[in-house]
């Protein structure tokens, strides 16, 4: 019985193990996938202008997108989109003009950081990038870079990040969400998150209780199996009976010769 209540205690911290051990490949799994090149590629345009930050104030003034204008984003050598607080993290716009026979102007790219349960609630404004001399012309593709940086105070978790490139169409303003999606927010410099070192921390005391216990079964299976079984040893009791039948003949006479000549 106590054999087999050991057998599913261990099978119960393997199970533990293995949820812990999934957990951590998940995450590494993350940290690894920055790495990865992207898939998507647009074609580069040549001097695209860039003036700065904060160039232009645009407001909290929204326009539509124009019809036949594609975008994409790409995170180069980030496909996990992870990004450290505090330190500048690079995305490539890709937009493709279909809109007609003439050119499109590129003014600016915006992007804020929210809540993923409520896009409502802003956590942080990033910084605007302007352009002065960035165009697509008809039927063409083009790749603008858009670089920013997190709050380095932001706590390490998931949010939504959405990404807004503002152009212009015969002189007519449009703007075109060309991301809308989340983000890992880590702190910098370090390879594991605060839950990750957690999770080690609390495999490793797992192995510890769990080596600390098996030691302590071992030690008492081997306590059992060396304990010798006690033997009751009777003392010898003379059958009054058996006396009776055995008197006077020649046995006790040769038992009375003997203890006389002992004496």
């Known amino acids: ?146 670089i920013f940086a997190v709050s380095k105070f932001l706590q390490p978790g998931t949010f939504d990040l959405v990404g807004t490139i503002i152009y212009e169409i015969d002189q007519n303003p449009y703007q075109s969400t060309f991301y809308n999606g989340t983000i890992e927010v880590v702190e910098a410099g370090n390879f594991l998150s605060i839950e990750s070192v957690f999770l080690v921390t609390l495999a490793i005391s797992l192995l510890v209780l769990l080596g600390t216990w098996i030691r302590g079964q071992i030690k008492n299976l081997s306590k059992k199996t060396k304990r010798a079984p006690k033997v009751e040893v009777g003392t010898k009791t003379t059958d009054a009976s058996m006396d009776e039948w055995l008197q006077g003949t020649a046995y006790t006479q040769s038992l009375s010769s003997k203890s006389k000549k002992k004496k």
């Open 1 to 146: 019985m106590t054999m087999v209540m050991a057998l599913k205690n261990v099978r119960v911290f393997f199970l533990a193990l293995l949820f812990l051990s999934s957990s951590l490949l998940q995450v590494a799994r993350c940290q690894v996938g920055s790495d990865v090149e992207p898939t998507e590629a647009v074609e580069e345009v040549g001097d695209l202008g860039i003036v700065g930050e904060d160039a232009q104030d645009f407001g909290d003034e929204n326009f539509s997108p124009a019809p036949g204008v594609n975008t994409v984003c790409v995170f180069p050598k980030n496909s996990a989109r992870v990004v450290p607080a505090g330190e500048e993290t690079e995305l490539l716009v890709g937009m493709k003009n279909d809109a007609g026979d003439s050119t499109l102007n590129v003014i600016a790219i915006k992007a804020s950081i929210h809540l993923p349960f409520d896009h409502q609630l802003l956590v942080q404004n990033l910084t605007a990038q302007a352009f002065n001399n960035a165009s697509v012309p008809a039927s063409a593709q083009a790749t603008f870079p858009y």
